[in-house]
């Protein structure tokens, strides 16, 4: 199970970030979960073999700062959630745009899930309009 | 007035994604200046699978199969890794026996991998010589691979609950033959890969990263321990790795020689950890019956050939997860292979770009 995770919001990310740096703390990586009304961002470290995690829970379309400010090792795996998942970051050291790992004509935000009713559709759930 | 600075003149070269040291398409764009690297910047996505998206549509029994495809080398741990991570939210207690297997399993992964790099860096050298007697060992594993799991490269092998093959006392001497015959190729080449004056002149001192460097990059595994960060999820004793005992071996220069010899000594140390697990095999069942759905979340990390991979489950009780995350090592390398690469010729980036093993895979997951 998921031990040692400290609920942020957009406004105590980046303090929550640097008060860990100095610690020692190493990022490991960030994982983007589509909870449906929403997107939660984990923020994954790690020091002395022991993990830690920042949960920050947004709104679609909220604009997250980035932390590539304070671990520059960031700026990757934020370009990727922002290829996948469409997330918007402040900030962020290296912008790719949108480009990092899709090309011009791949699909937008492709890690996101369906909108429920076509998924409840998918699932047999519900007959959707032809 | 006219300075050095605006006279210098800068060129951008492609290196990749088609390259003749790159098995997989890897693209970095160079800035030079002369023949000096000053700058490089990163791009992927070539051959990018969409394995993450397609875990949240499979049930969580045939992600096993999807996610050990992620990586043709390490396929093994990358089920191995899933599979703790699903065992964790179902409290499962999986056989000591099946724990002893994965050790096994995982180290002759870690010998073909580091073997295999090992006759990919000679090659992007011209040590033609060294690479054929590198890759004739390295088939030498595949066989091993083969008797034990049934092919060349291992799939299906590692199961929720357990593993799908036990060894019998043939297979179990076929093994330990095969490690005696292995050992002696190691004895004939790894001296010309230490010693030799060409190899250390194409290693030593070229593509350097301090250890405070490479904590702050995120770098894992032969990476981060080239340069003094003596870190090794085997530590944590996950499989059986706790009761057969090792230390992260460890060099400190933090240059393309230090992860070469932080693998070659891999080498040994894989060896001796095959040969402790089969000697001290438990005679218990190889697998636990699975019941219901898992539920709840978790993050499952094991040691790959290549560093820390780490696994995020997200499950809701009912046969499909909710998300699989994976990030693998080479991804984790990538800022530490853009730190190492600035102030380097042209003609290192290759062995740079290779030192640090890349396997765009495990990237492009």
């Known amino acids: ?28 990586t960030l994982t983007c979960v589509d909870c449906v009304d929403n997107l939660e961002v984990l923020y994954h470290f790690y020091r002395n073999y022991e993990l830690s995690h920042l949960r920050l829970c947004v709104a679609k379309g909220t604009v997250v700062p980035s932390i590539s400010g304070i671990y520059s090792c960031a700026v990757i795996v934020e370009n990727e959630l922002k290829d996948l998942f469409g997330l918007t970051f402040d900030g962020l050291v290296l912008d790719y745009e949108g480009r990092f790992m899709l090309a011009a004509d791949a699909p937008v935000a492709p890690m996101l899930r369906t909108a429920p009713a076509q998924a409840a559709a998918r699932n047999g759930e519900l007959k959707m309009e032809p | 007035m006219t300075t050095a600075a605006t006279t210098t003149r800068r060129t951008l070269i492609p290196f990749g994604p088609q390259h003749p040291v790159l098995p997989e398409p890897l693209h970095l764009r160079l800035v030079l200046e002369d ?47 899933y599979c703790q991570g699903i065992e964790e939210l179902m409290q499962l207690d999986v056989p000591p026996r099946a724990k002893y297997l994965r050790v096994v399993w995982s180290e002759l992964n870690r010998l073909h991998s580091h073997l ?82 060409t190899v250390k002149h194409r290693l030593v001192g070229v593509g350097v990263i301090t250890q405070q460097q490479a904590h702050e990059l995120g770098a894992v595994g032969p990476v981060a321990r080239a340069s003094g960060i003596a870190r090794d999820l085997r530590v944590t004793g996950y499989a059986a790795y706790g009761e057969l005992g090792l230390n992260p071996v460890i060099e400190t220069d933090g240059d393309c020689y230090a992860r070469t010899l932080v693998r070659v000594r891999e080498l040994h140390q894989s060896l001796l950890l095959i040969r402790k697990a089969l000697k001290r095999l438990p005679a218990t069942p190889i697998a636990v019956p699975v019941k219901g759905n898992p539920i709840g979340e978790v993050v499952s990390r094991v040691e790959q050939p290549r560093g820390e991979v780490l696994y995020y489950l997200k499950a809701n009780g009912t046969k499909t997860l909710e998300r699989v995350r994976v990030r693998t090592p080479t991804f984790a390398n990538i800022p530490a292979l853009l730190a190492m690469l600035p102030g380097n010729e042209l003609a290192d980036v290759p062995v740079i770009t290779l030192a640090i093993d890349p396997c765009v895979s495990c990237t492009e997951r």
Not at chain 1, 3 to 26: E, S
Not at chain 2, 64 to 78: D, P, Y
Not at chain 2, 174 to 193: C, K, M, N, T, Y
């Open chain 2, 35 to 81: 023949e000096i690297v000053v700058n490089a910047l990163p791009a992927v996505g070539y051959i990018h699978r969409g394995i993450e998206k397609l875990a949240e549509l499979k049930d969580f029994q045939q992600n096993v199969f999807l996610l050990e495809r992620i990586c043709g080398i390490c396929s093994f741990i990358h089920s191995l890794a």
């Open chain 1, 1 to 28: 199970m998921l031990h040692n995770v400290t609920d942020v919001t957009v406004a105590t990310l980046l303090d929550a970030v640097a008060a860990r740096f100095p610690q020692g703390y190493r990022l490991i």
């Open chain 2, 116 to 197: 295999l790099w090992l006759g990919l860096l000679a090659d992007s050298f011209g040590f033609e010589s060294l690479f054929m007697q590198v890759w004739k060992t390295r088939e030498k594993v595949l066989d091993l691979e083969e008797a034990t799991a049934g092919a060349r490269i291992m799939l299906s092998t590692c199961a929720i609950g357990g593993v799908r093959r036990d060894l019998s006392d043939e297979q179990i001497a076929q093994v330990l033959h095969g490690l005696d015959a292995i050992e002696r190729d190691f004895e004939s080449f790894i001296p010309a890969v230490i010693t030799d004056t």
